[in-house]
């Protein structure tokens, strides 16, 4: 179990650049969350995937924004046309069983877009 | 809508000293809440969970309290290290009418200084 992990760790992009992030969770946690996380405030909802299924999205999640996680394992995070305001630390969480257990995160992407 | 707070925002305190950091929430409904630790630029460690039918659990020097009635949580720390110095967050997970919810809604932190 060497816990979830995520990549790349540091972006700096241009903006009207498309960003991609990679999450990889702890092995066999079928459930898998992304947030996003601006300096000073705590993590924010973006999107849930149970498996391969994403059954959750929060209005924060534009048009630009796209999550996939096909077969169940790792799951990927795209921008289309960054905007200064998408930066931000996106943290990704894993977790087992019901809904209700714990969540593990990731050390996190943290995005620049200039 | 599920509103949590968690104040001061900031606090500094001497190596050795017992403290408490507060959470309260405005929706009683919750399934469970989640206390987690960050250091500057990093992800969330978790440190404990309490289901909303416990009082309280405890984990080394770390003991987390709940009461759901009153909507607050307290996360006391025994003995403070300047290793404990770090942004200490809670997070609720509400109760739906179909079950647990999937997201964790967060407060700001409270960023915690341990001078030795």
């Known amino acids: 179990d060497t816990g979830v992990s995520q990549d790349p760790r540091h972006k700096i992009t241009k903006r009207g650049q498309n960003v991609t992030f990679r999450c990889d969770p702890i092995?066999?946690?079928?459930?898998l969350y992304w947030y996003r996380q601006t300096l000073g405030q705590g993590p924010e909802f973006l999107t849930y995937?149970?498996?391969?299924?994403?059954?959750?999205k929060s209005r924060l999640l534009s048009d630009r924004f796209s999550a996939e996680r096909p077969k169940g394992s790792f799951s990927t995070l795209e921008i289309q046309r960054t905007e200064q305001g998408d930066s931000a630390m996106y943290l990704c969480?894993?977790?087992?069983?019901?809904?209700?257990?714990?969540?593990?995160f990731g050390p996190g992407t943290r995005l620049t877009v200039t | 809508k599920q509103e949590v707070t968690q104040i001061p925002a900031a606090l500094s305190v001497p190596e050795g000293e017992n403290l408490v950091l507060n959470c309260s929430f405005t929706?009683?409904?919750?399934?469970?809440l989640q206390w987690f630790r960050q250091d500057p630029g990093k992800g969330l460690t978790s440190l404990l969970l309490?289901?909303?039918?416990?009082r309280e659990q405890t984990s080394g020097r770390l003991n987390a309290s709940l009461d759901k009635s009153s909507g607050r949580s307290t996360l006391y720390i025994a003995a403070s290290q300047p290793g404990d110095s770090a942004t200490y967050l809670c997070?609720?997970?509400?109760?739906?009418?179909?079950?647990?919810?999937?997201?964790?809604?967060f407060g700001k932190g409270i960023t915690l200084s341990v001078r030795p």
């Open positions: 969480a894993s977790s087992s069983g019901g809904l209700a257990t714990e969540q593990y």
């Open positions: 092995s066999e946690h079928n459930r």
């Open positions: 995937f149970q498996n391969e299924a994403q059954l959750e």
């Open positions: 929706d009683s409904a919750i399934y469970n």
């Open positions: 309490i289901q909303s039918s416990q």
């Open positions: 997070a609720v997970r509400l109760l739906l009418k179909t079950g647990a919810n999937s997201k964790l809604t």
